[in-house]
């Protein structure tokens, strides 16, 4: 199985910082990582596909990159309604996998 | 507007059953695979299941393989997910999800709400 490794396991940051999470795989995924938000009573919602592709609707201050192994999902100017728990996932194994999650708090 | 709604969460007690359900619509069903996830409060999401389209492919989760067992019917518009000898770290609130398979990737666009399942004796 693919393992998905994740850090930080959480962060404080404030409002306007410039927040960084990193996903590590286990072994090469090529381009099948995905990245999910879950705020407390929410389902999860998907922000990026394919490593880079925003999803519809989703603000332009998130975005990822990364290939292989090591992908990273970036948060440009921290809003008061992204302090969630934000998960990578591969979809690259029959079992997709996901990151253990990183919770971004104030 | 695609929504998925699940059902039939509930408590149970160690070594009990329990079939929950998703109600899908907006979409057309069987073009889709559709998963089961599960998270348990203060840890993260857990992938439990997967069905191709047509409900001819099935996949399982280690930790549950064996004891669940997912299903759909195409004329309903609905996903099951039957589970038996459940086990108390089973506890988790368990989510439908629609698979979207683009060129690109494969991702999990559209979840439901969420059906508590509560193991306890």
């Known amino acids: 199985d693919i393992q998905m490794t994740q850090s930080p396991s959480s962060l404080s940051a404030s409002v306007g910082d410039r927040v960084t999470i990193t996903c590590r795989a286990s072994?090469?995924?090529?381009?099948?990582l995905n990245w999910y938000q879950h705020r407390p009573g929410k389902a999860p919602e998907l922000l990026i596909y394919a490593v880079s592709i925003l999803q519809s609707g989703v603000p332009s201050r998130f975005s990822g990159s990364g290939s292989e192994t090591d992908f990273t999902l970036t948060i440009s100017s921290l809003q008061p309604e992204d302090f969630a728990v934000y998960y990578c996932?591969?979809?690259?194994?029959?079992?997709?996998?996901f990151g253990g999650g990183t919770r971004v708090e104030i | 507007e695609v929504q998925l709604v699940e059902s039939g969460g509930g408590v149970v007690q160690p070594g009990g059953s329990l079939r929950l359900s998703c109600a899908a619509s907006?979409?057309?069903?069987?073009?889709?695979?559709m998963h089961w996830v599960r998270h348990v409060p203060g840890r993260g999401l857990e992938w439990v299941s997967l069905?191709?389209?047509?409900?001819?492919?099935?996949y399982y989760a280690d930790s549950v393989k064996g004891r669940f067992t997912i299903s759909r019917d195409n004329n309903k518009n609905s996903l099951y997910l039957e589970m038996e000898s459940l086990r108390t770290e089973d506890t988790a609130l368990y989510y439908c999800?629609?698979?979207?398979?683009?060129?690109?990737?494969?991702?999990?666009?559209?979840w439901g709400q969420g059906a508590l399942v509560t193991v306890s004796s």
């Open positions: 996932q591969e979809t690259y194994s029959m079992s997709p996998t």
């Open positions: 072994q090469s995924i090529n381009t099948y």
């Open positions: 907006g979409f057309t069903f069987d073009e889709h695979a």
């Open positions: 069905i191709s389209g047509d409900g001819a492919g099935t």
């Open positions: 999800a629609r698979d979207r398979n683009v060129v690109r990737g494969v991702y999990f666009d559209y």
